[in-house]
């Protein structure tokens, strides 16, 4: 006895649509999971935190100072929970995010600068920080500005790490903390026809304000 059973084909839509989905995976499965593993290449940051980056390392990665490994962050929990049952004995609801804080030997500073932006030029303020250290900022400028904030290492040239980019601002206020020890501030240009002031204003743990 033989059964014959008739299922209909896929359409073309169909097969190409599930084509697309096919390569979406493999895409992703190439960025996230094999050039991570193979090459130590990881453009979103989801292999190191899979620890795939340390099998292209050979089982060992240099870590960045101002990052703190799993291990770290474990050793610092770890700590901070015996400290908390310790002073306050166990308590049920509590949770531990010891991340959260950064302490500083620095004291605290409050600084100010105004600087006026000819047409067409741009000029830096900037402060030099240590890895950890934080402070609120508030500037306003009188016109729009292309900003970038950002940072340099020591004994760098040519190199920085932008932290925010615009191409027209004309005030910005939050909180920073310094990813690595180095000098972190802002670079406006006035693109207008007419001159344009900035007037910036720091309170933290900043070690001084000034123009490069």
Known sequence: MSITINQPLPTTGRLLKSTLVAAAI????????V?????????TGIGRALG?????????????????????????????AEK????????????LDPAAVSLTNGELRQDAMTITLEPGKGKEV????????????SWKAT???AVDMHGERPDVKGAW????????Q?????TFVAPFEGTHGWYWQNRSDTPVTVSIELVGYQADIYQP
């Open 143 to 145: 016109g729009d500005v």
């Open 84 to 95: 908390a049952a310790a002073a306050f004995g166990a308590n049920k609801g509590q949770s």
């Open 26 to 33: 493999a895409g992703a499965l190439l960025v996230t999971a």
């Open 35 to 43: 050039l991570p593993a193979e090459y130590g290449i990881d453009p």
């Open 170 to 174: 004309r005030e910005a206020h939050g």
């Open 161 to 168: 790490t932008s932290y925010a980019v615009e191409a027209a």
């Open 126 to 137: 900037k402060s030099h920080m240590a890895a950890g250290a934080g402070m609120l900022f």
């Open 52 to 80: 795939l980056t340390a099998l292209a390392d050979g089982g060992s990665t240099a870590a960045d100072p101002a990052t703190p490994t799993s291990s770290t962050a474990s050793d610092a929990a770890t700590t901070l």
